[in-house]
């Protein structure tokens, strides 16, 4: 089976979810109850999108099918900007209340902590890329124990406010967001259209790349405030989910047997989109809703991981 025909199985198993979500079970009011299903079949697919998106890009810039963008610590700081908010604002504050100004905001410290992170450490020459790696990792640990040390001392209501922000949910997805959501997506999409030409030979390492005429450190840049803008987006957009970026995109490689990121970019975001609309819908109507769908989609992400590691410790 060819990419198109790959391509176009996914499309259609997709489509064939997406019609299960909305139209399963549907009675009762349904002027009421099929907008709102609507809206979260769009928020899912905004948001597997863009974290599958995200990851194809941050893998092919840091050569490893292992890492995510989360390990810039965005999940985290995310969390700590929640925190931080309600600590010194409170649950009721506007900035908690109105969901566009908590939205931009979330989404503009995300994108300045990354340019900063990129500009401090690629001053020098001898700086590199996993070097940047490792301090995102180090603060991401750092966000991470600063909200658990804040959400100790605020008020337990508020405290459980801070924990429902901590999980994934499509049940409460803002109707607003979404339309601001798909507008930043299209931007981000259209900005890059530039530096699409640019990943398959990224893809062969640096020296190559820069061998072959790639301003590298440029379009790398430009590349990780498109990840850390896409991240945003879909962290505030319904929360974090930690490894559904590592599993689509290397579920995408190994169905599609490419390199090629044009198939791969739009596989990985099919299979994403599958893997929320399947997991939602067995939350839903088998677990009814007992769980989330973050703690589904993150055991089988890690079990995959594991299975990652143990995969490439034979190849040693």
Same mark, same amino acid.
């Given at each position: 089976?060819?990419?198109?025909?790959?391509?176009?199985?996914?499309?259609?198993?997709?489509?064939?979810?997406?019609?299960?979500?909305?139209?399963?079970?549907?009675?009762?009011?349904?002027?009421?109850?099929?907008?709102?299903?609507?809206?979260?079949?769009?928020?899912?697919?905004? #948001?597997?999108?863009?974290?599958?998106?995200?990851?194809?890009?941050?893998?092919?810039?840091?050569?490893?099918?292992?890492? #995510?963008?989360?390990?810039?610590?965005?999940?985290?700081? !995310?969390?700590?900007l929640q925190t931080i908010i309600i600590f010194i604002f409170g649950a009721n504050s506007i900035v908690m209340m109105s969901s566009h100004i908590n939205y931009l905001i979330s989404i503009g410290i995300m994108v300045v902590f990354s340019l900063l992170l990129y500009r401090f450490l690629f001053k020098g020459e001898k700086n590199?890329?996993?070097?940047?790696?490792?301090?995102?990792?180090?603060?991401?640990?750092?966000?991470?124990?600063?909200?658990?040390?804040?959400?100790?001392?605020?008020?337990?209501?508020?405290?459980?406010?801070?924990?429902?922000?901590?999980?994934?949910?499509?049940?409460?997805?803002?109707?607003?967001?979404?339309?601001?959501?798909?507008?930043?997506?299209?931007?981000?999409?259209?900005?890059?259209?530039?530096? !699409?030409?640019?990943?398959?030979?990224?893809?062969?390492?640096?020296?190559?790349?820069?061998?072959?005429?790639?301003?590298?450190?440029?379009?790398?840049?430009?590349?990780?405030?498109?990840?850390?803008?896409?991240?945003?987006?879909?962290?505030?957009?319904?929360?974090?989910?930690?490894?559904?970026?590592?599993?689509?995109?290397?579920?995408?490689?190994?169905?599609?047997?490419?390199?090629?990121?044009?198939?791969?970019?739009?596989?990985?975001?099919?299979?994403?989109?599958?893997?929320?609309?399947?997991?939602?819908?067995?939350?839903?109507?088998?677990?009814?809703?007992?769980?989330?769908?973050?703690?589904?989609?993150?055991?089988?992400?890690?079990? !995959?991981?594991?299975?990652?590691?143990?995969?490439?410790?034979?190849?040693?």
């Open positions: 089976m060819d990419y198109k025909k790959k391509l176009t199985a996914l499309v259609v198993i997709t489509v064939l979810l997406a019609l299960l979500f909305i139209f399963y079970d549907l009675s009762g009011n349904i002027g009421y109850i099929l907008p709102r299903r609507v809206i979260k079949v769009t928020a899912i697919v905004l #948001t597997g999108g863009a974290i599958a998106f995200a990851t194809t890009i941050f893998m092919t810039i840091t050569h490893n099918r292992i890492l #995510t963008p989360s390990i810039l610590g965005l999940d985290s700081l !995310y969390m700590l590199n890329i996993y070097f940047l790696l490792l301090i995102g990792m180090i603060l991401g640990t750092f966000f991470s124990s600063f909200t658990d040390f804040m959400q100790v001392l605020i008020d337990p209501n508020e405290f459980t406010m801070a924990q429902d922000r901590m999980f994934a949910s499509v049940n409460n997805v803002n109707t607003d967001l979404i339309y601001l959501s798909i507008v930043l997506v299209l931007f981000v999409g259209l900005y890059f259209m530039r530096f !699409y030409k640019y990943l398959d030979v990224l893809a062969l390492g640096k020296d190559q790349a820069v061998n072959l005429g790639v301003p590298y450190n440029y379009v790398v840049k430009r590349l990780l405030i498109i990840v850390a803008v896409l991240i945003s987006i879909a962290t505030a957009l319904i929360g974090p989910i930690m490894f559904l970026g590592l599993l689509v995109v290397n579920l995408a490689y190994e169905f599609l047997k490419t390199f090629r990121h044009f198939y791969i970019i739009i596989g990985s975001m099919l299979i994403s989109i599958i893997a929320l609309l399947g997991g939602q819908f067995v939350v839903e109507n088998i677990f009814t809703f007992q769980t989330t769908i973050s703690v589904i989609i993150n055991f089988v992400g890690g079990v !995959y991981f594991i299975y990652l590691l143990l995969k490439e410790n034979k190849s040693w």
